[in-house]
């Protein structure tokens, strides 16, 4: 069965270090989505993706982040200066629709320290 | 220590039991819902969805309801199982929209 996969499944990383979290989304899907979670609380959205450009994001998901798709596989979150409240899972998920089903990866777990 | 984030819900049912669990939505204009169970480190994984022209919907062992009009959703699982307990979260789209703005959440234990 298809999956979305995440690398790493954690990383650890000083404050103000660059982190990049890449992600490959499942092959016929054309939405793609970052969402994190803080240990303990609910799944947050960050950011979706389509045709290759962003087409919406959270409050969230301010000038610190990016998301790129490289080529035609893969899908990155990068946090240029990471903070210690950055510390958290986080998802990449991918949907073939507008709105629709999105499937979700493993997560990378970050730590900020 | 000092616990942080959110104490979340916690439904405990036996083995074999029926389990409902229940989650308020806030966007009247949400016109897709899923379900997602979410077991320890792992990513959320898809239950079961239901459209805003529905307020039923049946999977295996799964069924979802919705009261549009008060702006409810529940999960009700049959015959639950011990692989069943898990955190469950409601996830809303609203029309449109591309992202999903997801519950709190409930830990579903199963007691043997």
């Known amino acids: 069965e298809p999956e979305v996969t995440q690398t790493p499944s954690h990383q650890v990383t000083q404050m103000g270090q660059e982190v990049i979290l890449r992600c490959v989304p499942i092959s016929n899907h054309l939405y793609f989505y970052w969402y994190r979670q803080i240990l303990g609380q609910k799944v947050e959205f960050l950011v979706s993706?389509?045709?290759?450009?962003?087409?919406?994001k959270s409050e969230i998901f301010d000038d610190q982040f990016s998301v790129e798709r490289p080529d035609g596989s893969n899908f990155t979150l990068k946090i240029r200066s990471t903070k210690l409240e950055d510390s958290a899972m986080y998802f990449c998920?991918?949907?073939?629709?507008?709105?629709?089903?999105?499937?979700f990866g493993q997560g990378t777990r970050l730590t900020v320290v | 220590g000092e616990s942080v984030g959110l104490h979340l819900p916690t439904l405990s049912v036996q083995e074999g039991d029926n389990s409902s669990i229940n989650c308020a939505y806030s966007?009247?204009?949400?016109?897709?819902f899923i379900w997602y169970k979410q077991e320890s480190g792992k990513g959320p994984q898809f239950i079961i969805d239901i459209r805003s022209n529905m307020d039923k919907r049946q999977g295996q062992r799964v069924t979802v309801l919705l009261n549009k009009t008060v702006k409810h959703l529940s999960l009700q699982i049959a015959a639950t199982q011990p692989g069943d307990s898990a955190v469950y979260f409601c996830?809303?789209?609203?029309?449109?929209?591309?992202?999903?703005?997801f519950g709190p959440g409930t830990r579903l234990s199963v007691l043997p």
């Open positions: 998920a991918s949907s073939v629709n507008w709105g629709g089903e999105a499937f």
């Open positions: 993706f389509y045709n290759n450009e962003i087409s919406e």
């Open positions: 966007n009247s204009a949400s016109d897709y």
């Open positions: 996830a809303e789209n609203r029309v449109g929209g591309q992202n999903f703005v």
